[in-house]
């Protein structure tokens, strides 16, 4: 029989067991884990009969079938890959890379197509094939070498802290028990953060997007990523600044599915040109300001 | 076979979000029984302004979706200086959204008693709040039971947009967990088995209850 | 609150191919989970044996589930298993089965309220049962059924706005961006998107009243 006092107990013993869950339980420890091997990875390639230039994988011979180059960029971060609401234009510097390597693998920079990636996306879409590569901002590290591979180097950032005009926090150690900071879900900047402080409280969306619409909102007292895009950020809103030095290296790579070395080969050499006939420091001084290092 | 490793390793950590979506939940259920019975009586008040006030309110929050009015209040309300967490922004939002469909829901069942009752209880001398409270709102509680208990139903479901605006609750673990440890199927199961502990036996009950009320008439 | 530029004329037009996206979604789907709604429903109503019961169990895991978590579910963890859908086409999955298992109940609750009497007088009168099934329960359950299931549209309508999180182009995606320029424009812009969420729904269940009030 379903009595009133029944129903009653169940709720009360219901919330008792919710409030003695939600009070354990460490949300530093989710970074730590190295999980074991994830399902869902690709195995090893076994890519036989490779392509022309050294190396294997399919994506390279698909492409050039295809006539067009299909490229995961961010369409919510300034300076490397945003959305203009006017002309729905994606514009940036990784578009910009993107465009050049498109004309160098097609030889016309407009063979390409671009889709909406965030960090935690990007993985998944190049898995199913459904970008060629990824070209969003996305860190070199250990970790994602085993999911992906991963091109030269194409910029060097670092991570570091953005806050409002006028806040107290003037570097990473100012980041203590209480203070709230804002990330993106899957980046290495919440990693990083949680192993430079753990007892910060850690606020993760789902892109760049949200998490400064919510610094905007003052939900957080800052947002930490790599200091390329926090730069983008100071351009969009003057009353946001970005604060210390960087604390970690946050190194760039054109990500493509594992096993594609031929398509890696072809990009790293294109990458190479493009550093020596010029177009890369053309690009950088367009979005960044400055010459490359 | 999902890899239960997963759910091992990252114990601690879906039980707290399994934890903040049963307090969120019942801390919701509770607000919007309570503002939804306002509402409702609101609703159905002679009282020209307090009518205009219970039929914009459900009117206005019941067509449009859970996701807008979190959003506000998260993004919006520090604009007037107010800043709620994302978890009380979620329940909060919850409570308000749920409350329009519960106002209705009771609305219906007042509306289901007799007005004779009404007129006999104010005729004996009872003031309108004494008849609301011992006369009518328990009868039309048996109306009200089963689109209740779905709404109830609804709420748990919904509690997962919590997950969107960092409220720490199992939505919210669960899509951190899956993007750093790309074991996007396991860990979306072991969510969802996680979920179907509080729904099913919601679901159950509410079948139950339907039956034991559809008997007694 | 930057109600002038919040309202320029390409953040206007971005917000409404917003909603144009969400109508499109909405439109498919209630259609998809209309039919795959009743056809379920109706099977578990039928009690065929085999079907109905795996049915049963498909309609009851699908009704018990956060949509939020079937939509990443399509997109992010299907793959996984070898199903790739796009962005617009989980959003399309996600919601109709949601939906659809939503509608399968409605269904077959609403058959079910048609009295056994009728049914027993049909049979006895010397209708098949896919006859009388045709011609006296699916009507009037039908004329029944047109109140919960406007108002599982309106849901379904509402419920597009949580595939932002899979990057799908609608409203609130489209809103978020044109907030990302400036937080002033928050407010006019929320208001715009909840004016334009409430007059379609609101006119959904206008023509829900008049609908019903032909049938009946």
């Known amino acids: 029989m379903i009595s009133k006092k029944w129903v009653a107990s169940c709720f009360t013993f219901l919330l008792a067991i919710g409030f003695v869950l939600s009070g354990c339980g460490n949300t530093a420890q989710t970074g730590g884990g190295a999980a074991s091997a994830p399902a869902g990875s690709p195995a090893a390639s076994s890519a036989p009969s490779g392509t022309t230039a050294a190396g294997g994988g399919f994506a390279l011979d698909d492409i050039k079938k295809r006539g067009k180059l299909v490229v995961g960029v961010k369409y919510d971060t300034k300076l490397f890959g945003l959305k203009n609401p006017t002309g729905g234009e994606v514009e940036g510097f990784d578009v910009d890379m993107a465009k050049a390597l498109a004309k160098e693998i097609l030889g016309d920079e407009k063979k390409i197509e671009l889709k909406e990636v965030t960090s935690k996306t990007r993985i998944p879409m190049l898995e199913n094939k459904e970008i060629d590569m990824i070209i969003a901002t996305m860190t070199i590290t250990d970790e994602r070498k085993k999911q992906v591979e991963f091109s030269d180097v194409y910029f060097k950032a670092g991570q570091s802290l953005l806050v409002k005009k006028g806040s107290p926090i003037k570097g990473i150690a100012d980041i203590k028990k209480g203070t709230k900071v804002l990330a993106v879900k899957g980046s290495t900047s919440v990693i990083n953060i949680k192993a430079k402080s753990p007892d910060a409280t850690i606020l993760e969306f789902d892109n760049y997007q949200d998490a400064f619409s919510a610094l905007k909102a003052g939900q957080g007292d800052t947002l930490t990523t790599d200091n390329a895009i926090l730069y983008g950020m100071m351009a969009q809103d003057k009353n946001y600044e970005v604060v210390g030095e960087p604390f970690t290296d946050e190194p760039y790579g ?3 599915k594992k096993g594609e070395t031929a398509l890696q ?7 190479k040109k493009l550093q020596s006939n010029g177009e890369y420091k053309k690009i950088y001084e367009k979005w960044i300001g400055q010459s490359p290092s | ?12 950590i879906y039980m707290k979000g399994f934890g903040n979506t049963i307090v969120a939940s019942i801390i919701a259920l509770i607000g919007s029984f309570v503002l939804g019975t306002i509402i409702a009586v609101f609703r159905i008040s002679s009282v020209k302004l307090l009518n205009w006030i219970g039929t914009a309110f459900v009117e206005f929050i019941r067509n449009i979706p859970l996701l807008l009015v979190v959003f506000v209040f998260f993004y919006g309300l520090p604009s007037v200086g107010v800043t709620l967490s994302g978890f009380v922004c979620g329940t909060v939002g919850l409570t308000v959204y749920t409350a329009s469909f519960i106002a209705e829901a009771i609305r219906a069942g007042i509306m289901s008693v007799p007005r004779g009752q009404t007129e006999a209880a104010q005729a004996t001398g009872l003031t309108y709040i004494q008849t609301m409270r011992y006369v009518v709102l328990p009868q039309a509680v048996k109306i009200v039971i089963p689109p209740l208990s779905n709404q109830f139903l609804n709420l748990v479901k919904n509690s997962s947009v919590l997950g969107v605006f960092a409220g720490f609750d199992l939505m919210y673990f669960g899509d951190q967990i899956a993007s750093e440890t790309y074991a996007t199927f396991d860990t979306y199961v072991i969510v969802a088995l996680l979920y179907l502990v509080l729904t099913l036996p919601l679901s159950y009950m509410a079948l139950r209850l339907e039956r034991k009320l559809a008997q007694t008439g | 609150m930057d109600i002038l530029h919040a309202f320029s004329p390409d953040n206007i037009r971005f917000i409404f191919e917003g909603f144009y996206m969400t109508l499109k979604v909405a439109l498919i789907s209630i259609v998809l989970s209309f039919v795959v709604g009743c056809i379920a429903g109706t099977i578990r109503y039928t009690r065929l044996p085999v079907i109905s019961p795996i049915l049963g169990v498909l309609v009851e895991l699908l009704r018990n589930l956060p949509l939020l978590l079937i939509i990443f579910f399509a997109r992010f963890a299907l793959p996984d298993v070898g199903i790739k859908l796009g962005v617009v086409n989980s959003a399309i999955v996600a919601l109709t089965l949601f939906e ?21 007088a049909a049979r006895s009168s010397g209708l098949s049962y896919m006859q009388t099934l045709w011609h006296i329960v699916l009507p009037q359950g039908l004329r029944r059924m047109v109140p919960p299931l406007v108002s599982q549209f309106i849901s379904l309508l ?11 182009g609608e409203l609130m995606h489209h809103a978020k961006i044109v907030i990302g320029q400036s937080y002033s424009y928050t407010i006019p812009i929320l208001l715009l998107v909840a004016v334009l969420y409430f007059l379609v729904n609101y006119a959904l269940s206008l023509a829900a009243r008049r609908l019903e009030t032909r049938l009946v």
């Open chain 1, 254 to 256: 054109i990500a493509m």
């Open chain 1, 265 to 271: 080969s072809t990009v790293n050499e294109a990458l």
């Open chain 3, 158 to 168: 509402k419920d597009t706005s949580l595939a932002v999180v899979i990057s799908l």
């Open chain 3, 100 to 120: 659809g298992a939503m509608i399968a109940e409605i269904v077959r609750s609403g058959l079910n309220s048609i009295d056994k009497g009728q049914i027993e």
């Open chain 2, 1 to 12: 076979m999902p890899d239960f490793s997963i759910f091992t390793d990252y114990f601690p």
